[in-house]
């Protein structure tokens, strides 16, 4: 045993004893769901996350209103994440077996640009409408899912993509903004 092989072990401890301690500040935090270091995270206690589930280093998960419902950000089991950021203000759900490749941003609102003199970062919260991610979908590296969107079920979106319409189930969509260019359809169907 190398001391890399010594290193990687303390560090998969430390994200175990983190995961086992902050699971108790969210809504709901399923078994063998294991956060990695460093994470940020707000509004916990409005976010339900499923069994098995992987919310890689670098990821960030926001609920940015605190009179939001409970829970505005559902994650079901065997989701994995790296390095994902999702911000929540009323529904974002992830269905089961979802991957998030590296650096995706996820968001069910924008901010509002209607007042001249504030800076945007400064508006209210604007455009909040559902985004739903269905079961088996896989988002590449830095995809941006936008409000109102709904992936289908087995759906692929290449990265650098920006979702702003639906995509159906089984089917492969790309670009800014994406496009669905092809079906998927399996040999026995």
């Not at 505005?72 to 992830?94: E, F, G, P």
């Not at 941006?144 to 089917?171: E, H």
Request: aromatic content about 4%; overall charge positive; charged content about 15%.
């Amino acid at each position: 045993m190398s001391i890399l092989d010594v290193m990687i072990g303390m560090q998969r401890l430390r994200d175990l004893c983190f995961s086992k301690l902050a699971a108790g500040g969210f809504e709901h935090f399923g078994r063998g769901s294991r956060i990695l270091l460093p994470f940020r995270v707000l509004g916990a206690d409005k976010m339900s996350i499923g069994s098995n589930v992987l919310i890689g280093a670098g990821s960030w998960l926001i609920v940015p209103n605190e009179d939001a419902p409970t829970p505005s950000l559902v994650i079901h089991d065997r989701v994995r994440m790296n390095q994902t950021s999702i911000s929540a203000a009323r529904s974002v759900v992830i269905e089961e077996a979802v991957a998030i490749a590296r650096g995706c941003y996820i968001s069910d609102h924008s901010h509002s640009f209607d007042l001249p003199g504030v800076p945007i970062r400064d508006q209210p919260i604007g455009r909040i409408q559902p985004v739903r991610i269905c079961a088996g979908a896989w988002l590449g590296q830095n995809v941006v899912v936008l409000p109102g969107v709904t992936i289908g079920a087995g759906a692929v979106i290449g990265a650098n993509s920006v979702v702003r319409a639906d995509v159906p189930p089984r089917s492969v969509a790309v670009g800014s903004p994406a496009r669905v260019i092809r079906s998927l359809v399996s040999h026995q169907e």
